[in-house]
Structure formats: C-alpha cells, structure tokens
C-alpha cells in the first residue's frame, strides 16, 4: 500500500470519536462530514479506486488533519503508525 494512504489512514484512525464530540456540542453537519470523510478514507484500503478518486481523498485527508489539529483532537489510535506518540502525521 502506498505510504499516502497509509497516512490518511492513520489520521482517519485518529479522527475516530471526533464526529460523535462534534455532535454532541451541536454541530451536527460538521459531525456528519467528518463521519463521512472517515468512511472515503478508510474506503481505501479495501476498494479500488481510479487515481483522480484517490487523489481527492488523500487531499481531503489532509483537511481532516487541519481539523484534528485545530481541535486538538486525537483518539490516539493508529493503524500504520509504530508510535502514535512518536510519529508525526
């Protein structure tokens, strides 16, 4: 697997419980989206997508990213990563 994927895949797995806190502090549309985003990104370890799809998500992973920093969220999971603690995403 490509090592992009990789690492949104990682940065989908450090989103996981961000949506449901979106949610619970009213911002339902913004919940939705990321919960909707995570599910494109982790779409890529299993589909086959051409690469202009591929493209866009990886772009979108990248948002998500911007996200979590802002909010200084992370779950702390990783799927990729050795160490979450170490790696920077």
Known sequence: MREEIKRAVDIAYRAEG????????????????VRDTRERILSLETENSP???????????????????????????????RDASVEQL
Not at 18 to 33: M, N, P, S, T, V
Not at 66 to 77: E, I, P
């Open 18 to 33: 961000f949506a449901e806190k979106l949610h619970e502090q009213g911002f339902i549309r913004r919940g939705d989206i």
């Open 51 to 81: 690469e202009s799809v591929i493209a866009a998500i990886l772009e979108t992973a990248e948002a998500l990213k911007r996200m979590l920093d802002k909010a200084n969220f992370d779950s702390g999971k990783r799927k990729y990563a």
